[in-house]
């Protein structure tokens, strides 16, 4: 096993509903297929955002205090002895997820729906599994990924959010050729925007509430944007032949089926308010209306570094990177979407 240090690493740290704190947590070393990463950046996601202001994520609710994040790159600390193909100072991202293996799900290859997957940073789990926002993690090695050459520790970074994208435009289907509506262009929405352009399609059309967030999703390829809470803006296509439903609103599931043309495909990528939702469902029968979610991803974090480590135009998304010690600031300017797309944290 190749050494570490010993002591403790400052992390992030949620204790409930508003208390975020930084604060020391023990290191420990790595076990014979671990690795441990010293990490480099950190995205804030929505659902650290969820956790840090609400205490929970949908019905995941804060019960003992957990470290945050799973959007982590570094470089390698140290690693276990049966660990092979890895040299300490490596640059690395790090996948989040930790399926069975051992599921129906995980059987057919569909392992971003193991119902037993640990999720760095989630209280799905009790224990919960410890995040990503701490100066040094330990991680199975399986969960990690060298970087392609090149590619830089604060552009790698994006790897997580666009595998989110890239499995959303997956679950679209064929996209070549395509016109698409994508509502919400936050981080997500705007590299599902990437996503769309490398795919092929036609046009793409992004609805959001914010002139600066849509001032970023033309930046990375969209054809055309529309303020969301002006429906008779002319920017509005009359029909699409995809819709991406990326806010996690009710309005723009209801925008999607609506825009979406007879025999169309809507994507369910944001997560919506804890219970029902009201759209119109009828719709879906009259028109014949594809609805189909989207869930995290797998294979897509290997795709999604290749894509970062060429000239996919998503750096526009990276808005603010802030320091570990300022870390309840850097939550807050997260939230405010006039202000930010997305904020990193720096823990070197």
Not at 131 to 152: C, H, K, M, T
Not at 274 to 284: A, R, Y
Request: net charge negative; glycine share 12%.
């Amino acid at each position: 096993m190749t050494a570490t240090g010993t002591g403790a690493d400052r992390a992030c740290v949620v204790h409930g509903a508003g208390d975020l704190r930084v604060e020391g947590r023990p290191a420990r070393a790595p076990g014979p297929h671990e690795v441990a990463v010293r990490i480099a950046f950190g995205g804030i996601c929505g659902s650290d955002l969820h956790y840090y202001h609400r205490g929970a994520v949908g019905d995941f609710a804060v019960r003992e205090p957990m470290v945050l994040g799973h959007e982590v790159v570094g470089t390698v600390a140290g690693f276990g002895a049966q660990v092979e193909g890895l040299t300490v100072d490596d640059p690395v991202a790090v996948h989040p997820a930790t399926p069975c293996d051992d599921c129906p799900q995980c059987q057919a290859d569909r392992r971003h729906l193991c119902p037993r997957t640990r999720y760095l940073g989630s209280a799905a789990a009790f224990p919960h599994v410890q995040g990503g926002f701490a100066e040094r993690i330990v991680v199975p090695a399986a969960q990690i990924r060298v970087l392609p050459a090149g590619l830089a520790l604060e552009r790698a970074v994006l790897a997580e959010p666009l595998s989110v994208a890239l499995h959303a435009v997956a679950r679209a289907g064929e996209v070549t050729g395509r016109s698409v509506l994508v509502t919400g262009a936050g981080p997500i929405g705007c590299l599902v925007v990437a996503a769309l352009v490398v795919a092929g399609a036609r046009s793409v059309i992004v609805s959001d509430m914010q002139d600066a967030a849509l001032a970023v999703a033309t930046a990375v390829g969209a054809t055309g944007t529309v303020r969301a809470d002006r429906p008779d803006d002319p920017g509005w296509p009359a029909e699409v032949d995809i819709a991406v439903e990326a806010s996690g609103t009710a309005p723009g599931l209801d925008t999607c089926v609506r825009r979406v043309s007879r025999g169309g495909v809507v994507v369910q990528l944001g997560l919506l308010p804890p219970g029902d939702v009201p759209f119109t469902g009828n719709l879906l029968v009259t028109r014949e209306i594809d609805l189909r979610g989207a869930f995290r991803f797998d294979h897509e974090f290997d795709r999604a570094l290749d894509l970062l480590a060429g000239d996919l135009p998503v750096g526009p998304v990276v808005t603010q990177i802030v320091p570990l010690a300022d870390a309840r600031a850097a939550f807050e300017l997260a939230g405010d979407r006039s202000r930010a797309s997305k904020v990193l944290l720096d823990l070197r």
